[in-house]
């Protein structure tokens, strides 16, 4: 049998499931369904909550889905995040940083952090972000191999710098490049950059 893969930019608003079996939140929530047909069977691998925007690798196989949410393949992230990021702050999320996680406290995996010196390069947001008179932003690239719910969000929080915008730009090797919001692009297969 042969397997599609898809890479799709996840515009802000959007859940990252296909459709929904409850009728009101059908008629409420937006799914990744109404994007593009996707062949039947295809599944997204890992999830990007409602708020955030990003790179989502979907595929038809389930072994492709299995490496891809291996550990050793990172996911990095830009934040833009509420006020100006210290040095402190960096340091805290590269150590790993204490966050809720399933109503337990759960200590995070060392992270690579850095500052990002100018905004990036972004489509603009579905929806404003906030009026620039409530004080200055930051922008930073935090990279993980693991993927708690909310984590990117839990951790700059928990480092005082609570997170404004949130898109995942890499999976392994695999990067968001030009793709528009909404966009879908069939590849043949996923840069992991890991062996295997």
Do not use: C
Not at 29 to 36: D, S
Not at 53 to 77: A, C, N, P, Q
Not at 92 to 106: F, T
């Amino acid at each position: 049998m042969s397997h599609q893969h898809f890479l799709l930019f996840k515009p802000y608003g959007y859940l990252s499931q296909f459709v929904s079996e409850n009728a009101r939140e059908a008629r409420k929530k937006k799914f990744l369904g109404e994007l593009h047909n996707f062949p039947e069977g295809t599944m997204a691998i890992g999830r990007l909550d409602e708020e955030s925007e990003g790179l989502l690798l979907l595929t038809t196989d389930g072994r492709v889905s299995e490496r891809v949410r291996r550990k050793d393949v990172e996911k990095e992230y830009y934040a833009q995040v509420d006020g100006l990021l210290t040095d402190e702050a960096v340091t805290l999320l590269q150590q790993g940083i204490e966050i809720a996680h399933r109503s337990v406290l759960y200590q995070t995996l060392p992270a690579r952090v850095r500052r990002l010196e100018q905004v990036p390069e972004l489509p603009p947001r579905g929806r404003k972000i906030r009026d620039d008179r409530h004080g200055p932003t930051s922008w930073v690239s935090i990279i993980v191999t693991e993927g708690k719910f909310r984590q990117i969000r839990k951790m700059t929080a928990a480092a005082g710098f609570p997170t404004l915008r949130l898109v995942r730009v890499r999976v392994g090797g695999t990067w968001l490049g030009s793709l528009a919001p909404g966009e879908v692009r069939e590849v043949t297969e996923f840069e992991l950059g890991v062996d295997g």
